[in-house]
Structures are given as structure tokens and as C-alpha cells.
């Protein structure tokens, strides 16, 4: 069981020239067990920063952000996909996924195993001694990918995931992450600009407002699995979600 | 491989063939040939002289080297993750950088005496700010966003300087540790010629006394041949070996 409850969280990042950004001005949102929640808005609202707040990367924030797991003590377990997979040229495939394992538990010979299972879900496991950099930019999404699922977290942060990918890759990858998400049952907090991938993707899908960012809708899918990206009624969500954002229509 | 081997061999070939043809055309004593030169290194080597000079030098110069890589890690580090070091220590490592080698194995013979710490003083002054710029450099070219990676799948510092900073910092490394060998070694024959009585850089200084051309240049390239073997029989394959995730470019 997990949990996430950010609420009114504003937080200003200073660049390495001194200057000062108010990125999030009070963004509150919930998300439940079992949720596939996804994050929109525009280029720059600070979607990236709020997962680097829930990843605990980033701490000086205001407001609240907690993640609740099972009892009020245990802290529930994160994984994080990356914007770009951010893979360890250096290591095998197999050793990349283990790399998650290995800051968190388990012996060695477990280790592996957990690995390769994870590569056989993304069906990677016949490259599992390759290394990242003969491989293509889907490959080595999906390594991220694995990577995160590895630690079987309670809670998957995604950013953007599939947004340096082509469309035929990303379409891929749209349909495992959902299979996953189906079989295994995780928190998913998805962040992208891509307003046709939340609509396929989200049971909610939050949207942001431009810097300093807010929380200026949520928006239930109220469609059945599975979905088709080409559905009218996704559509009609898209144009709301759009408007949401502050897009003119034609 | 066999094509590499095949191209070194010609090069080799090359450059004897040149100093031959040089040999040949030169008046008198100028320039011995080849052979005789190469007939003197086997007298060097079969005499055993050779291993007992290498070994004198090659002491001398382990201890500067492991000593000067050891200060430099830690400073390299430091500058590179600590700004207010980066500060202080720019100015001192430019002055390091520039001091000549005879002034530094003439200070630490005045210093230390005619003895073997002098050697090792002068290499690690020497060689330590020039490894140390090498380092700051891969300290610096480190990826951050993937020790956020480590950061956010709770990697403990351990983990994340074997899997992740020390990887990335090997390539200079070892560039570092090949600028510093080929230093290490010019800096011990400069002391060795000031100062000592032993070492290889002593017997091509006697030999120069003795103005025996032939001597001088043997002695140099035996210890040309020592590096040689230090650079393809250690440093190449371990620089294979580190890289060997880097996809080679065919040619």
C-alpha cells in the first residue's frame, strides 16, 4: 500500500549564475494506491522538479510532500525513470538493473536473478551482457525502465520517459508500462507534456499551470481499458485538457 | 592486432634504418652505428649492470610516482568538488607546473643530501601538479545527473564511487599516471646525473664524462626499452581493459 499527498508545495531554485526561479508556487495533488496518475503541463513548470521532490532529491521545499506507506513509520519504496535513462555506459545491461538492487538489499546470486527477470519483463533479457552504448535509444529506456522495477517499488516515478523516443517506440513502451502496471499493481506518477500520452496512460491527470506552477485542473479518464489512442472521447479529453492548459483552440 | 604489430615493426625499422644511413654518411665518431650500439647493450645487460641500475632507478621512481598519485587524488578531488580549494590552490599548481626539474632535483640534493629521498622528493613535487590537473579535470567532467541516479535509488557513497564516480575518473587516471611515468623518469636521471651514484641516469652521465657516445646511448635505450615494455605491456591493456565498454571504432 502506498500513498502520496503533496500539498501546497512552492519552492524557488537558484542556477549556478545566482539567479532565482520560482518554480512551483502551490502545487497540491493526492495520488492512491494503485493510481496511474499523470502530470501535465507546460515546458518549464517545474513537472521535473516535483519528482525530484518525491524522489527526495531536492529538500528545500515548502509545504508538504509525504509518501505513506504500509504502517506510519515505513517509508515506501521509489523508483524513478529518468527523462534521459541515465545508464552507467561503463556496466553491462544486466549490472545497470542490478545497480538499483544493490543500494537497497539482497545477496548476489538473487541479485541476478531479480535482474534478468526484470530484462525478460521490458525483453531485454537476451542483451542482459550488452553494454548501453550499442544499444538504441529504446533499448535503453526500457533498461531505465527495468532498472526502477527492479526494486519492486511501491511508488514508480516517471519523467517523461518516452518523449526522446519515435512515436513507434514510445507507443511500445506505452502499452508495457501499462501491462506492468496492470500485473503488478504500483503507484504511478507519470510526468510528460505529451496530453495524448496522459489521456492513454492516466486514471487522473493533473494539470499545471506555467511558472511558477499551481495545480489549475484535474481531470478523471473516465475511459475503459484498453484504451485506443485514436478514440473520439480520448480526443474530447485532450481538447479539455488542452484548454485546461491554456491552448488556444482553432 | 597483427596489423598493429606489423605497423610498429615497420616504424622501428624506419627510424634504425635512418640513424644507420646517418651513421654512414657522418665523419668519423659522430654518430656509431647501430650495431655497435646494440652490441654494447648486450655487454650492458649480460654483464647484469643493467638490472642493478634499472632496479636503483625504478625504486626512486615507484616511490615519487605512488606518492605524487596518492597527493594528487586527494587534492584533485578536493578542487574539484571543493570551490574555496579550487582558489587556493590554482596559483600554487600554475608555479608547480612551471618550476624547470634542475631546479627542483638541484633544491632537494641541497636539501635531503646525496641520497634516494632526494629523488623521490624531486619527483613528487614535480609530477604531483601535473597528475593533479589531469584529475581535476575528470573530477570535473563527472556526470552529475547519474550520481543523482545513485542519490535517488539511495546508493550508498561506497557504492556510488566504485559504480559510478571512479569509473568515470579511470580514463584520466591513467592519462595522468602516463604523463607522470614519462616525467618521473626525466626528473630521476636529472638527479641521478646532480647528485647519486647509482641509477641509470648516473651511468649515462659517466659514460658522457668518459665521452663514450656509444655507452650514452645504449644506456638510453635500454631505459627507452624499459618504458616501452611499461607502456604495451601494462598500460595499454589496462587502458583496453578499462574501456573495453566503449564501442571500438572499426579501422
Known amino acids: 500500500m502506498a500513498r502520496v499527498e503533496v500539498?501546497?508545495?512552492?519552492?524557488?531554485?537558484?542556477?549556478?549564475?545566482?539567479?532565482?526561479?520560482?518554480?512551483?508556487?502551490?502545487?497540491?495533488?493526492?495520488?492512491?494506491?494503485n493510481e496511474f496518475v499523470c502530470i501535465v503541463g507546460p515546458s518549464g513548470s517545474g513537472k521535473t522538479t516535483l519528482l525530484n521532490i518525491l524522489a527526495g532529491l531536492v529538500t528545500d521545499y515548502s509545504g508538504h510532500a509525504n509518501m505513506l506507506g504500509d504502517h506510519k513509520e515505513s517509508r515506501p519504496t521509489v523508483g524513478y525513470v529518468f527523462q534521459t535513462p541515465r545508464l552507467l555506459n561503463w556496466r553491462t545491461l544486466l549490472q545497470n538493473v542490478t545497480f538499483g538492487l544493490r543500494a537497497t538489499r539482497v545477496g548476489d546470486t538473487e541479485l541476478r536473478d531479480l535482474a534478468l527477470d526484470q530484462l525478460r519483463v521490458v525483453g531485454l533479457d537476451r542483451a542482459a551482457s550488452h553494454y548501453p552504448l550499442s544499444c538504441?535509444?529504446?533499448?535503453?529506456?526500457?533498461?531505465?525502465?527495468?532498472?526502477?522495477?527492479?526494486?519492486?517499488?511501491?511508488?514508480?516515478?516517471?519523467?517523461?520517459?518516452?518523449?526522446?523516443?519515435?512515436?513507434?517506440?514510445?507507443r511500445r513502451l506505452r502499452t508495457d508500462i501499462l501491462r506492468i502496471w496492470a500485473e503488478r499493481k504500483k503507484l504511478v506518477i507519470f510526468v510528460t507534456h505529451n496530453v495524448a500520452e496522459a489521456v492513454y496512460l492516466a486514471d487522473r491527470v493533473y494539470v499545471l499551470s506555467a511558472r511558477p506552477a499551481k495545480t489549475s485542473a484535474i481531470v478523471?479518464?473516465?475511459?475503459?481499458?484498453?484504451?485506443?489512442?485514436?478514440?473520439?472521447?480520448?480526443?474530447?479529453?485532450?481538447?479539455?485538457i488542452l484548454g485546461h492548459i491554456g491552448v488556444d483552440q482553432p | 592486432m597483427r596489423r598493429r604489430i606489423a605497423i610498429n615493426f615497420t616504424a622501428a625499422l624506419i627510424l634504425v634504418g635512418m640513424w644507420w644511413l646517418l651513421a654512414l654518411t657522418s665523419p668519423l665518431d659522430y654518430l656509431p652505428d647501430p650495431a655497435r650500439v646494440l652490441w654494447s647493450c648486450v655487454g650492458i645487460i649480460r654483464s647484469g649492470e643493467f638490472f642493478t641500475q634499472l632496479y636503483r632507478t625504478l625504486v626512486r621512481i615507484m616511490a615519487g610516482f605512488a606518492l605524487s598519485t596518492v597527493i594528487s587524488i586527494v587534492l584533485g578531488l578536493g578542487i574539484g568538488w571543493k570551490r574555496v580549494l579550487d582558489e587556493l590552490l590554482q596559483l600554487p599548481i600554475v608555479v608547480g607546473l612551471s618550476i624547470p626539474a634542475l631546479a627542483w632535483g638541484m633544491l632537494s640534493i641541497m636539501w635531503f643530501g646525496l641520497r634516494d629521498t632526494a629523488a623521490v622528493f624531486a619527483i613528487t613535487v614535480l609530477v604531483t601538479p601535473l597528475v593533479t590537473v589531469n584529475i581535476v579535470q575528470g573530477v570535473r567532467s563527472i556526470d552529475k545527473s547519474l550520481i543523482e541516479m545513485a542519490q535517488a535509488f539511495r546508493a550508498g557513497h561506497w557504492l556510488t564511487m566504485r559504480e559510478v564516480v571512479l569509473p568515470q575518473l579511470l580514463p584520466y587516471l591513467l592519462g595522468g599516471a602516463r604523463l607522470g611515468l614519462s616525467l618521473a623518469w626525466k626528473t630521476v636521471v636529472i638527479v641521478e646525473m646532480l647528485g647519486l651514484s647509482d641509477g641509470i641516469?648516473?651511468?649515462?652521465?659517466?659514460?658522457?664524462?668518459?665521452?663514450s657516445m656509444t655507452n650514452v646511448l645504449a644506456w638510453t635505450l635500454l631505459f627507452t626499452g624499459v618504458m616501452v615494455v611499461?607502456?604495451?605491456g601494462i598500460l595499454g591493456p589496462l587502458e583496453r581493459r578499462i574501456t573495453r565498454w566503449r564501442p571500438r571504432a572499426a579501422f
Open chain 1, 7 to 33: 500539498d501546497n508545495l512552492d519552492i524557488s531554485l537558484t542556477a549556478p549564475d545566482g539567479r532565482v526561479t520560482h518554480v512551483l508556487g502551490g502545487v497540491s495533488f493526492t495520488a492512491e494506491q
Open chain 1, 136 to 170: 538504441s535509444e529504446g533499448e535503453k529506456a526500457r533498461v531505465g525502465i527495468a532498472r526502477a522495477l527492479a526494486i519492486d517499488p511501491d511508488i514508480l516515478l516517471m519523467d517523461e520517459p518516452y518523449s526522446q523516443l519515435d512515436e513507434l517506440s514510445a
Open chain 1, 220 to 240: 478523471r479518464i473516465e475511459l475503459p481499458r484498453p484504451r485506443r489512442p485514436t478514440d473520439p472521447a480520448a480526443l474530447l479529453y485532450q481538447d479539455r
Open chain 2, 201 to 211: 641516469g648516473y651511468m649515462i652521465s659517466f659514460w658522457f664524462s668518459m665521452f
Open chain 2, 230 to 232: 611499461i607502456e604495451y
